[in-house]
């Protein structure tokens, strides 16, 4: 058995900059998982799609345009409408402290905002995903 | 994170068409869980109609943006399309980054293309272990045309022959003097050949060297791998590529070969089943057991050799009725 955790690295809405999830791709490449990365301005329909044909356990967004209340949880949704009930799905950016528990009323079990030491990405997603 | 508790089935569901049963035989076949032998044993009947194209050259070359391109062509002609796309798994980590769609993100909402990408995860010759089964997951799911897109490759890792009804190379300018284009590997194995960024210098010499490799090549039998210049990010020259793989097909189609090489490939693949399933069961009765190590005290005191060590393991082995 050889068994690979798969996380969807994920960048919606129309920002273009991909440092941060770059960086935090390449943790988690290190880390033994496998990273499929979306390349820049996803919509959330295409983010949930490749997520099903991937078939990742875990789906990671990353956001710094501000639209996070607004696509976070339609990606959540779309997610879960696709079938995959148990992929855990976090997010990332810049992210208001103010704005975070809405987001995990949501059904993003995590997010990250700048500072976080991938590390923190790491172990968060060892310890959660299913 | 062990998720092998599927309460669909797999099988009938992917069979009804369900992509989620699809990405899910996928990842069975690729994680080898215990119901995949089964997934698999129920999918084999449906296999054998799609055309598999093979698709390799070396890193950057344009593999995917290719892939891309053919891909939305097909779609055009109304064939439906999987795409396998396989990138490296770190040797030290075990992780992977898996970027092939980011040159086909157009295709993601076109229910009729599936894409997946896989690590080698340890696999040498440019494909994983397991792109073999997760082709027949998506030739039985009912695709027309399955494209397989190896890791960027280097001289020699040419498992891709196998695994593929037509093979094309992709190359691209500016990569080593004629002296690359008569050494073996690679290039002998294009069925078609693409010289893609075809408007960068050196293409028109690259074209030269090519035809020269392939004028000398005496084993040539009845078909002369056609050269075709893309320029694959503007979409130039696809329609041409597309004639020259379908040329390529309908020969081997005519004069048996694609027949003689479907044989071979499932020849090929009932050994790998057949050594891989006595390579476990040597792990899990003679290494597991410390029947081994348990020999290897005995070989080392020199009481016994290896070799009728070994021939008595097979007699037993041959007898128990595995």
Known sequence: MEKRIRVLVAKPGLDGHDRGAKVVARALRDAGFEVIYTGLRQTPEQIAEAALQEDVNVVAMSILSGAHPHLFPKIVNLVREKGLTDALIIGGGVIPEGDIPALKAAGVSEVFTPGTPTSAIVAFIKENVK | ?322
Do not use: C
Not at chain 2, 145 to 164: L, N, P
Not at chain 2, 176 to 203: C, P, R, W, Y
């Open chain 2, 1 to 322: 994170m062990p998720k092998a508790v599927h309460k669909m089935d797999i099988a009938q569901e992917l069979l009804n068409g369900s992509r989620l049963a699809l990405s899910r035989a996928i990842t069975a076949i690729e994680n080898e869980y215990d119901e995949a032998t089964d997934i698999m044993k129920k999918l084999y009947p449906h296999t054998g109609n799609a055309f598999v194209l093979g698709i390799t050259g070396p890193p950057g070359a344009g593999k995917s943006t290719l892939t891309d391109k053919l891909a939305k062509e097909y779609r055009k002609r109304g064939k439906t399309v999987g795409i396998v796309a396989i990138d490296p798994t770190s040797p030290f980590s075990g992780g992977a980054i898996l970027g092939d769609r980011i040159r086909m993100n157009a295709l993601t909402l076109d229910e009729g293309v599936f894409i997946r990408s896989m690590g080698t995860r340890g696999s040498l010759g440019g494909l994983s272990q397991k792109t073999a089964d997760a082709v027949k997951a998506m030739d039985a799911f009912g695709k027309d045309i399955i494209f397989v897109e190896t890791v960027g490759v280097g001289q020699s890792e040419v498992d891709i022959v196998k695994a593929a009804d037509t093979t094309m190379v992709v190359l691209i300018p500016g990569m080593g003097d004629d002296i690359q284009a008569i050494k073996a590997g690679i290039l002998e194995i294009g069925d078609v050949f693409a010289i893609n960024k075809a408007d960068h210098e050196g293409a028109d010499k690259l074209n030269v060297e090519l035809n020269m490799m392939l004028d000398l090549d005496s084993n040539m039998k009845d078909w002369r791998p056609p050269i075709q210049k893309v320029v694959a990010n503007k979409g130039e020259g696809i329609i041409e590529l597309i004639a020259t793989i379908e040329e390529h097909y309908a020969h081997i189609k005519e004069n048996g070969q694609l027949t003689q090489k479907r044989t071979e490939r499932i020849k090929n693949e009932m050994l790998d089943i057949l050594h891989s399933g006595i390579g476990s069961y040597i792990t899990k009765n003679i290494v597991e057991s410390g029947q081994l190590d348990e020999y290897v005290k005995q070989v080392k005191n020199r009481e016994i050799d290896p070799y009728s060590v070994v021939h008595g393991i097979m007699n037993r082995m041959l007898k128990e009725q595995i």
